[in-house]
């Protein structure tokens, strides 16, 4: 993970790796596994959010490198 994101109080982890490119079939980014809605709420979003979107990440991104079979 790179540092964190700022919203003015306290920093949010972020899970982006500066990859930024959207796979067209699933809508993920290639680097970190978000959609583009969930990175453009990412610093406004409750923690709670975050975790679910967070948790979610690992699996998506094995579905990328797995390619074919999404």
């Known amino acids: 993970m790179n540092a964190p994101a700022s919203t003015g109080s306290s920093p ?3 899970p982006c790796t500066n990859i930024c490119r959207i796979h067209a079939a ?3 980014c290639i ?3 978000r959609t583009l809605d969930e990175i453009a709420r990412w610093g406004a979003t409750s923690d709670t959010d975050r975790d679910t979107v967070m948790a979610e990440l690992p699996t998506r ?3 990328l490198s797995r390619g074919g079979d999404l």
Do not use: N, Q, Y
Request: with cysteine; charged share 15%; proline share 0%.
């Open 12 to 14: 949010v982890r972020s």
């Open 31 to 33: 680097g970190c596994g």
């Open 61 to 63: 991104l094995a579905k």
């Open 26 to 28: 699933t809508g993920w």
